[in-house]
Nanobody, 121 residues
């Protein structure tokens, strides 16, 4: 069974930094795009950043220049380095990955359970 487990959330002051991690476990043949999304109270879930297996990145305008997505393919792990955090970055952050499990014929979309990031003084 494929699972995504996030870690690294917490409380940080404005201007601070956090690094989120998301490790994929289970019987996996291949992982294509990995990414991070977030959902703030009263708002819809939005894309934060994605990273394809080929190295192409896509960022929300609101985080460009502050957040960096990266991945370690050997560890099936994706990271989100968040710098210069702002109160408006407060949200639950979700990891997402398109995965081809062993024995499957199509890629499926998988989500982590979410990790809370709170930016407040």
């Amino acid at each position: 069974q494929v699972q995504l487990v996030e870690s690294g959330g917490g409380l940080v002051q404005p201007g601070g930094s956090l690094r989120l991690s998301c490790a994929v476990s289970g019987s996996i043949f291949s992982i294509s795009t990995m990414g991070w999304y977030r959902k703030a109270p009263g708002k819809q879930r939005e894309l934060v950043a994605t990273l394809t297996s080929g190295g192409y990145t896509n960022y929300a305008d609101s985080v460009k220049g502050r957040f960096t997505i990266s991945r370690d393919n050997a560890r099936n792990t994706v990271y989100l380095q968040m710098n210069n955090l702002k109160p408006e970055d407060t949200a639950v952050y979700y990891c997402n990955a398109r995965i081809l499990p062993d024995g499957a014929v199509t890629y499926n979309n998988y989500w982590g359970q979410g990790t809370q990031v709170t930016v407040s003084s």
